[in-house]
DNA sequence: ACCGCGCTACTACAACTGTAGTATGCGCGC
DNA sequence: GCGCGCATACTACAGTTGTAGTAGCGCGGT
């Protein structure tokens, strides 16, 4: 399998959260940016990093002291992607998943046109 | 927990959406009606809609035969609700969302504008 | 009443996911 | 060079999720 196509669990895509917003970071660095209102212990986010990096979705980049560096080594976009064609297929279909935002408020008429608006832009 | 928040595995939401379109099912119909390229076995299929019995998700109707009969006792709305705003809490919103279905091909121009239009039906 | 078939209840397991400890080693400061 | 602190590598476990078998029961047909 491609490494674009690598499926992350829920917390797995948590820590990529962390690196694609960081750039780069290490495993104590990954822990302070979790929020959660009961932060998980070091040697979980341990386990998950290294569990990334035998999956290939992050790789060392560099050490400082004791510390190894990670960055991702996927595209946001392409794990956003899966989730989404896995949502849409439980779901099934993208009208009734952007529907649903609509009437539950998660998503306002203003939001519709703006991205009415960018879509065309980028269209053209 | 109200059994609207009810957190449902993917293939217990595979069998709700098939009980959602027959409106009641055995489990041997439930297994029938599961669209895979290798269905699972009947005990398996057996296992999934106990589990969502124990979780409140389904009740039992009537017997046929042998035959137990099972009927939603929870909304479609709800569990998409609670899929949809587990993905946006990981996604970071629901304007990335929607934009990304955009960008992705998975919402066409049009399928915009015909929300917004039934939005707008609704809003009145 | 009996038999066969199909169903349920019960049981068990493998892989996954999140959890987190401990021993050891490395790097930094003194 | 040594000691301390912090990190890694390794290890292990509980609960979850999907998997599916078997014994026994009940229903329907003869």
Chains 1, 2 share one sequence.
Request: charged share 30%; hydrophobic share 40%.
């Amino acid at each position: 399998m491609a490494k674009e196509r690598i499926a992350l669990t829920k917390f797995e895509t948590e820590v990529m959260s962390v690196l694609w917003r960081l750039g780069e970071a290490s495993v104590r660095e990954v822990q302070d940016a979790i929020e959660r209102a009961e932060p998980p212990a070091y040697t979980t986010v341990q386990t998950i990093v290294q569990r990334l990096e035998q999956k290939g979705a992050v790789r060392r980049t560099r050490k400082a002291g004791n510390a190894l560096y990670f960055e991702p080594a996927i595209t946001r976009k392409s794990v956003y992607r899966r989730l989404v064609d896995e949502l849409i297929d439980l779901i099934g279909g993208s009208q009734p998943l952007v529907a649903h935002l609509v009437e539950t408020g998660k998503l306002s008429l203003d939001d519709l046109k703006a991205i009415e608006k960018a879509a065309k832009r980028s269209a053209k």
